[in-house]
């Protein structure tokens, strides 16, 4: 796994891209270049974990990175509602991950998640590309201007996909990407736990320049999702990933 500081895209792509934001694209992306925080993290995975393996380091990020609802008394003094978990068993991976209890939030996670995993599967490439996940806040432009966007902390995941041959392979991947999968998800709750910057609180007239409002039962921070799909094949999350598998059948 690598973690460090990387432009908003991590690494230039080329390739089909698509998007789900919780509002419109931000315009300032360039500023995330001078304050905004930038993880990476690799993952290795046969075909049919793909949808899996994203969606739980995506819910795992946004589990830190939601509050309960907002319920404002008056302007300045408010309560928080509480936010619901729950468990999540993988079916063709050997991990289980926990995730807001929000079906909203999930059915949009799915919705993009599975535009990926399409995307992957008709690249007829190598099987190589990368979703990221940007939270953002707004500034107030005067009119006639948009709001300005300005990210502050992106996650990228690159995802390579492995082609496997035969049964004893895929069961040996199953628990091999769970491992890995795991300790990914420590990696992200060890980040969340830094002090780092978030955005203050808001009062009630600006709630919407923090947090996405138009979920029912939770609000997560403003947040877009984009993936890309590659040509360009990196060989070293794979190659690792085969190797274990290799000398996991030599025992």
Not at 22 to 39: H, I, K, T, V
Not at 92 to 101: E, G, K, M, P, Q
Not at 131 to 157: A, G, H, N
Not at 199 to 209: G, I, W
């Amino acid at each position: 796994m690598t973690l460090g500081q990387v432009d908003l895209a991590g690494q230039p792509l080329s390739g089909e891209a698509a998007r789900l934001s919780s509002d419109p694209p931000p315009s300032g992306a360039a500023g995330c270049r001078m304050n905004c925080r930038s993880e990476v993290l690799e993952v290795s995975v046969e075909g049919r974990q793909v949808e899996e393996a994203m969606l739980a380091v995506l819910h795992t990020v946004l589990l830190h990175r939601s509050t309960g609802k907002f319920h404002y008394k008056k302007e300045g003094t408010y309560s928080i509602g509480t936010v619901g978990t729950q468990d999540v068993d993988c079916d063709f991976i050997d991990f289980t991950y926990v995730r807001v209890s929000s079906e909203e939030l999930d059915r949009a996670l799915r919705k993009v998640v599975g535009e990926f995993k399409d995307a992957l599967r008709s690249s007829g490439g190598d099987g190589l590309g990368q979703m990221s996940l940007e939270f953002y806040q707004k500034k107030k432009s005067r009119w006639p201007f948009s709001d300005e966007c300005i990210p502050w902390e992106v996650w990228t995941v690159k995802v390579h996909v492995v082609a496997l041959a035969t049964e004893q392979e895929r069961q040996i991947c199953r628990e091999k990407v769970g491992e890995k999968l795991c300790e990914k998800i420590i990696s992200i709750v060890e980040v969340m736990n830094r002090h780092e910057y978030l955005p203050k609180m808001p009062t009630q007239s600006e709630v919407d320049n923090v947090f996405d409002t138009g979920l029912r039962d939770v609000q997560p921070y403003l947040y877009k999702i984009s993936f890309q799909i590659t040509d360009a094949l990196g060989t070293s999350v794979t190659t690792t990933m085969r190797r274990l598998i290799k000398d996991t059948l030599a025992l």
